[in-house]
């Protein structure tokens, strides 16, 4: 005798079986696009609210490097007027270029001796080989 696993279903077992599946269907449906849109909206809430505290963090940099701007052009005129009354300092300017330009020019002239005493001179005998060739 074999045994039975599963008990057959009356039809009014079916019925509702069946009702309750095509019921909880489009429940399940709209359940599903209510949380992905939950979601969807908490999301882009939390995307705003980082770019909200991005933005401040931000300006508030911005305002640090204005008060800084503002801090340095408030004292330019002092540092302007410092500048003016340290003492001149061109002379010592001309004598550097002075020297720098006599070295550029020393080196020039040493270089061209030395290119012209590596060349050797022409003789002032006639060539000994005939130059122009045999037919």
Do not use: C, N, W
């Not at 074999?2 to 599946?21: D, F």
């Not at 269907?25 to 709209?30: A, F, S």
């Not at 770019?51 to 300006?59: L, M, S």
């Amino acid at each position: 005798m074999a045994r039975k696993t599963a008990p057959t279903l009356t039809s009014q077992q079916r019925l509702r079986r069946g009702l309750h599946y095509t019921a909880v269907g489009p429940v399940d449906v709209t359940r599903g696009v209510v949380g992905l849109t939950a979601h969807s909206a908490e999301s882009a809430a939390a995307a705003v609210r980082r770019r909200y505290r991005d933005t401040r963090a931000a300006r508030r940099e911005l305002m640090q490097e204005a008060a800084a701007v503002k801090q340095v052009v408030a004292e330019l005129p002092a540092a302007i007027q410092e500048a003016r009354s340290a003492p001149r300092r061109r002379r010592r300017l001309l004598v550097f270029g002075g020297l720098g330009l006599a070295t550029v020019v020393g080196g020039a002239v040493a270089f061209t001796i030395v290119r012209r005493s590596m060349q050797p001179e022409p003789s002032a005998l006639p060539p000994s080989v005939e130059v122009s060739p045999k037919p």
